[in-house]
Antibody, heavy 117, light 112 residues
Framework: EVQLVESGGGLVQPGASLKLSCVAS????????MSWVRQTPGKTMEWIGD????????NYAPSLKNRFTISRDNAKSTLYLQMSNVRSEDTATYYC??????????WGQGVMVTVSS | DVVLTQTPPTSSATIGQSVSISCRSS???????????LYWYLQRPSQSPQLLIY???KLGSGVPNRFSGSGSGTDFTLKISGVEAEDLGVYYC?????????FGGGTKLELK
């Protein structure tokens, strides 16, 4: 059974940094592209970016690429999202997703990030 | 960016009724490789989204065959043939043909 478990969320002040993690199990993590997607409190969904199975290529939403960085550690079956200089509009639930057969075919339970002073 | 417009924003249905949801794209989603990267997801209340349909009409793993997808170019439809209680929630279409990947605004399916 595929499982994606995110962690690292919480309350963070504007301008701070935060790193989210996603531990994968139930499939060969190193064989597949992975992505981060976020959902605002108003339920709007936004793609953040993807990372190739070997970590050699990343692709980001243009509005986020200067502040967000996606990486992975295949030895630990873990995906990361480094967020810097966070803003109130980054308040959202962040989901880790896989692309095994299809785009975003499995999702984690999500982790909430609240940006507030 | 490609804009995906879903209609209706809300749909009310009785159990057993068939419903259709439309997703219209601001650009053709036909890729140069011949595939059309249009997907449908369901987010049940308080749950994560789950994949229903990929490549316009292919059923995701474990998805009941009362769900079907159709369309081409810029116009796509998700049909549920005989709504069941577990189908209630918000449906999203997503395109993966053009960067950045974009989501529709969602269609909430509720009980009448």
């Amino acid at each position: 059974e595929v499982q994606l478990v995110e962690s690292g969320g919480g309350l963070v002040q504007p301008g701070a940094s935060l790193k989210l993690s996603c531990v994968a199990s139930g499939f060969t993590f190193s064989d597949y592209w992975m992505s981060w997607v976020r959902q605002t409190p108003g339920k709007t969904m936004e793609w953040i970016g993807d990372i190739k199975y070997d970590g050699s290529y990343t692709n980001y939403a243009p509005s986020l690429k200067n502040r967000f960085t996606i990486s992975r550690d295949n030895a630990k079956s873990t995906l990361y999202l480094q967020m810097s200089n966070v803003r109130s509009e980054d308040t959202a639930t962040y989901y880790c997703t896989s692309t095994t057969v299809a785009l975003f075919d499995y999702w984690g339970q999500g982790v909430m990030v609240t940006v507030s002073s | 960016d490609v804009v995906l417009t879903q209609t209706p924003p809300t749909s009310s249905a009785t159990i057993g009724q068939s419903v259709s949801i439309s997703c219209r794209s601001s650009q053709s989603l036909l890729d140069s490789d011949g595939n059309t990267y249009l997907y449908w997801y369901l987010q049940r209340p308080s749950q994560s989204p789950q994949l229903l349909i990929y490549l316009v009409s292919k059923l995701g793993s474990g998805v009941p065959n009362r769900f079907s997808g159709s369309g081409s170019g810029t116009d796509f439809t998700l049909k549920i043939s005989g709504v069941e209680a577990e189908d209630l929630g918000v449906y999203y279409c997503v395109q993966g043909t053009h960067d950045p990947r974009t989501f529709g605004g969602g269609t909430k399916l509720e009980l009448k």
